[in-house]
């Protein structure tokens, strides 16, 4: 059996944007990371304290790094599909002059 897209894929304008944001995104979300074993290292009793609604510092910094992790995914999806939308139709203004 013969596996293809299942749509046909053509040029994509925005990969040098996508790398950079995605770069960027890796950065910012592994320096939040750090920040999480920083404290468990030299901290650790810090991550037994009780924050919120009788949560340690533990639960929410690991709740956090999944919100963070989902809101980043969002929001590169969000911005990589207008740039993508917006290089096509330039691209296509480009072809009709």
Not at 7 to 21: E, F, I, Q, S
Not at 52 to 75: E, M, P, R
Not at 84 to 97: I, V
Request: hydrophobic share 50%.
């Amino acid at each position: 059996m013969l596996h293809q897209p299942a749509t046909p894929a053509g040029k994509d304008y925005a990969v040098a944007y996508k790398t950079r944001l995605g770069v960027w995104m890796f950065i910012y979300y592994s320096l939040f990371y750090v920040g999480f074993v920083v404290i468990n290292l030299s901290s650790p009793k810090l991550m037994e304290a009780i924050v919120f609604a009788g949560l340690n510092l533990a639960t929410i910094y690991g709740f956090a790094l999944i919100v963070v992790a989902l809101i980043q995914a969002l929001v590169y999806s969000a911005l990589c599909s207008k740039q993508e939308r917006l290089l096509a139709a330039q691209d296509r203004e480009k072809e009709r002059s």
